[in-house]
């Protein structure tokens, strides 16, 4: 049996491979005392370590796990799941919306890391509880969905008041830039504060991501990430925005797993 383990800031994501078979699972970081458990109960398993916490894990296990660069790690990962999706792409950029987001260029065989955001999956959780109290996840996203940013973020057309505008009216001019624009006469509730959250948290990644995409080259923008989970609204904002600003956005299915899957096969 081979375990793969990707030990990130909020979430633990597990891929294992019995007969060929591979199955996925995912804990939260607060339990790793958990997975350790598990992991000393099947001390024959070889385990492939990465993520912040993979060194930190190392140190409750029996075995002698091998551990590779997170960065490497989520780069095999993806080329595995895009060479089985017979997605071939010659280069990309991919971003991994953890708890933090990190992007990187990749041409051929080779990965480079282009640049990162502390928007990303940290700070969906945040700020949605600074804003709403609300913490489960789930929750956060299912009702962000049914929210309305209209009333919280200024577009350039607001601004331009029916003028014709020199870029796409519909981009957003300033996040939460409507608020006070709309406070004596609308309410917000919490379904539009979170959806204007996966807002902002959706355009910046998406940003970030196009001008490395630009920089380096290529036409091709792959979203990976916990944060996309259940996650309609912010991947709907950042299809649509990497759309929108002339490039193409990939969604991996288990593309969470890239990590764990990577340091598996990297073994
Ligand atoms: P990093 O790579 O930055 O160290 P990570 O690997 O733990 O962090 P991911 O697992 O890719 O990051 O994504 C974490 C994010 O996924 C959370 O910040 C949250 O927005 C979202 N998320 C999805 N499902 C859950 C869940 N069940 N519990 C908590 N957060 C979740
Ligand atoms: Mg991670």
Same mark, same amino acid.
């Given at each position: +049996?081979?375990?793969?383990? &990707?030990?990130?800031?909020?979430?633990?994501?597990?891929?294992? #491979?019995?007969? %060929?078979?591979?199955? =996925?699972?995912?804990?939260?970081?607060? #339990? $790793?005392?958990?997975?350790?458990?598990?992991?000393?109960?099947?001390?024959?398993?070889?385990?492939?370590?990465?993520?912040?916490?993979?060194?930190?894990?190392?140190?409750? $296990?029996?075995?002698?796990?091998?551990?590779?660069?997170?960065?490497?790690?989520?780069?095999?990962?993806?080329?595995?799941?895009?060479?089985?999706?017979?997605?071939?792409?010659? &280069?990309?950029?991919?971003? @991994?919306?953890? /708890?933090? /987001?990190?992007?990187? =260029?990749?041409?051929?065989? @080779?990965?480079?890391?282009?640049?990162? /955001?502390?928007?990303?999956?940290?700070?969906?959780?945040?700020?949605?509880?600074?804003?709403t109290?609300?913490?489960?996840?789930?929750? !956060?996203?299912?009702r962000?969905?049914?929210?309305?940013? #209209?009333?919280?973020?200024?577009?350039?057309?607001?601004?331009?008041? %029916?003028?014709?505008?020199?870029?796409?009216? &519909?981009?957003?001019?300033?996040?939460?830039?409507?608020?006070?624009? @709309?406070?004596?006469?609308?309410?917000?509730t919490a379904d539009?504060k979170l959806?204007?959250? +996966?807002?902002?948290?959706?355009?910046?990644? /998406?940003?970030?991501?196009?001008?490395?995409?630009?920089?380096?080259?290529?036409?091709?923008?792959?979203?990976?990430?916990?944060?996309?989970? %259940? @996650?309609?609204?912010?991947?709907? !904002?950042? +299809?649509?925005?990497? !759309?929108?600003?002339?490039?193409?956005?990939?969604?991996?299915?288990?593309?969470? =797993?890239?990590?764990?899957?990577?340091?598996?096969?990297? +073994?």
């Amino acid at each position: +049996m081979k375990i793969g383990i &990707d030990a990130g800031g909020t979430l633990i994501k597990i891929a294992v #491979e019995d007969q %060929g078979q591979l199955t =996925f699972k995912k804990q939260p970081s607060t #339990e $790793i005392t958990e997975v350790a458990a598990w992991l000393a109960a099947l001390p024959d398993a070889d385990v492939a370590l990465t993520g912040g916490k993979a060194t930190y894990l190392q140190s409750l $296990i029996p075995q002698q796990a091998f551990q590779s660069i997170e960065f490497d790690a989520t780069f095999r990962g993806i080329q595995s799941f895009l060479e089985q999706h017979d997605i071939a792409l010659a &280069d990309y950029i991919f971003a @991994n919306v953890g /708890t933090g /987001t990190s992007i990187h =260029f990749v041409d051929g065989e @080779n990965q480079l890391r282009a640049g990162g /955001t502390g928007a990303g999956g940290g700070m969906i959780q945040g700020l949605s509880y600074l804003l709403t109290g609300i913490t489960d996840f789930s929750e !956060v996203t299912s009702r962000a969905a049914a929210g309305d940013r #209209e009333k919280i973020d200024l577009k350039v057309k607001h601004i331009y008041k %029916g003028d014709k505008t020199p870029i796409p009216g &519909d981009l957003t001019a300033a996040n939460f830039g409507n608020v006070l624009h @709309n406070m004596h006469d609308m309410t917000f509730t919490a379904d539009d504060k979170l959806a204007a959250v +996966m807002g902002v948290v959706g355009e910046t990644v /998406t940003t970030i991501s196009i001008h490395a995409a630009r920089e380096f080259k290529t036409e091709h923008v792959v979203y990976i990430g916990s944060s996309f989970l %259940g @996650n309609a609204l912010l991947r709907e !904002v950042v +299809m649509d925005y990497t !759309v929108l600003r002339g490039f193409k956005p990939y969604f991996i299915e288990n593309g969470e =797993f890239s990590g764990a899957v990577g340091t598996m096969r990297l +073994m």
